[in-house]
C-alpha cells in the first residue's frame, strides 16, 4: 500500500487538480490567440502551485518512497503530471530559467526517476499501460472529452501493437517453416489491422482545435532540476520497435534508428527496456526468409508464410502512413501552420522545431514502408525479393 500523503497526492491529481486545469483551458480557448496563457487565470495557477507543492513538500519530508516498484512508479507519474501542468500554464518561467523553480518537486521526481531506473518525469506509461482507473476514470490532465479519446484509443493502438509484437516474437523458437507460425502472423496482422481502424477512429473524432491548443501543450519538455526532458511521446514502449526489428523493417545497427532507440530506452518502463534490449540482438524474419528463399521457396509453407509476412510488413507499412501523412499533418503540421507556430522552439513533445521532427518522422516512415529512397537503410531491394518469390 502507498502511504496516506501518497494517497492524498493521487487524490488530489484525479480530482482538484483536473478540474483547475480544465477550468483554465476553457478560459485560453475562449481568447483570440488560443495560445496565449500569459495573464490569464492567474488565481487558479497560483492555486494549482501551492496546492501542488504542499503534497510534495509533505512526501518529501515523509522520505518513504520505497513502497513497491508500482506505487513509486505511480508517485513519479503523478509528480510528473504536476511539473507538466506547471510548464504547460508557465507557471515559475521555465524558458528563461538555468534550473526549474519547482525545487521539492524536482527533488522527490530526482529521486524515484534514479530508483526507478527510468526519466524523472511522467511518461506514456503513466498514461497509457499503467494508468490506473478508478470508478472507470483513468488519470488525466483536464476532464476535456477530447484528452480522454485520445488518451483513450492511444492505449487501444498501444495494446495492439503490444499484441502483434508478442506474435511476431513467439515466430523465433519456432522457426519461419512451422506450421503454427503462419498462425501467429495470422494475429499479427489482426493486431495491426485494429491499429489501423484506432488511428482512422481518432482521425475522424478527434477536435483538431481542441487537441492541438488544451492536449498537446501537456507534452511540452520540462526541466527538472537543470535538465530539460522531452515530453512524453505515445511510441515510448518496446512494441513498436519489436515490431520494426523482428519484421526487419528496421535494424538496429542502422545509425539513424539505433539513435531512436538509445534515446528512448529511459522513457520506457524497466520491463519495456529489457524486451526492447534482448529484441535488438536476434535475428529478423526477413533475414530469416532471405537465407531460405534459394532451397525453399518453391515449398507450401514457404509460399504459405512468406505471404503472411510480407503481408504483416504492408500492413505495419500503412500505420506508418497514416500516422505520418494523416495524424500528424492533421493536428501538428497545418495548425501550426494555421496558427504561425511552426518554427516555435516548443511545439514538439520531443523538443526539436516542427521541420526537424517531420524530417525525421518521414524517414522512420520509409523504413517501415521499405521504400525505394536513396540515403536510408531501406530493406526495399529484399523486400521485393521476397516478394517475387510467392
Known sequence: MSTHNAQAFGHWIRNDFKEINTILENLYFEQEQRENVCGIGHEYKQQLLT?????????????????GYDNGYNLLGNVGFFMAACRRHEIGGPELETE????????????????????????????????HAVDGLFKTFTSLQDESLFLEYNSRGVFALIRASEALLHCLPLGISHPVTSDLLENAKR?????????????????????????????????????????????DFAGINVIDLLL???????????????????????????????????????????????QHHTKPWFQRNAKLFIEVC??????????????????????????????????????????????????????RNAANVSGIKSRFHDMNLIKNCV
Request: glycine share 6%; charged share 20%; proline share 5%.
Open 51 to 67: 496546492q501542488g507543492n504542499q503534497f510534495i513538500s509533505a512526501l518529501l519530508e515523509e522520505g518513504n518512497t520505497d513502497e
Open 100 to 131: 526549474s523553480s519547482l525545487k521539492d518537486a524536482s527533488a522527490l521526481a530526482m529521486h524515484l526517476g534514479a530508483t526507478l531506473g527510468v526519466v524523472p518525469r511522467f511518461a506514456s506509461a503513466h498514461q497509457e499501460t499503467h494508468n
Open 191 to 235: 493486431a495491426l489491422q485494429d491499429m489501423v481502424s484506432i488511428n482512422a477512429h481518432l482521425f475522424n473524432k478527434l477536435d483538431t482545435d481542441r487537441f492541438f491548443y488544451s492536449v498537446r501543450p501537456y507534452f511540452k519538455p520540462y526541466k527538472v532540476g537543470p535538465t530539460n526532458y522531452r515530453g512524453a511521446n505515445a511510441g
Open 248 to 294: 526487419g523493417l528496421c535494424q538496429a545497427e542502422d545509425p539513424y534508428y539505433s539513435q531512436i532507440l538509445v534515446e528512448k530506452f529511459l522513457f520506457m518502463h524497466p520491463s519495456d527496456q529489457l524486451i526492447l534490449r534482448d529484441c535488438m540482438r536476434r535475428n529478423s524474419l526477413l533475414n530469416l526468409f532471405l537465407e531460405a528463399h534459394e
Open 314 to 367: 504492408e500492413m505495419h507499412a500503412k500505420i506508418a502512413s497514416q500516422h505520418h501523412d494523416m495524424l500528424v499533418n492533421k493536428f501538428i503540421e497545418k495548425p501550426s501552420a494555421q496558427a504561425g507556430m511552426d518554427n516555435r522552439s516548443d511545439l514538439t513533445a520531443s523538443g526539436p522545431p516542427l521541420p526537424v521532427l517531420l524530417k525525421s518522422l518521414k524517414h522512420l516512415c520509409d523504413l
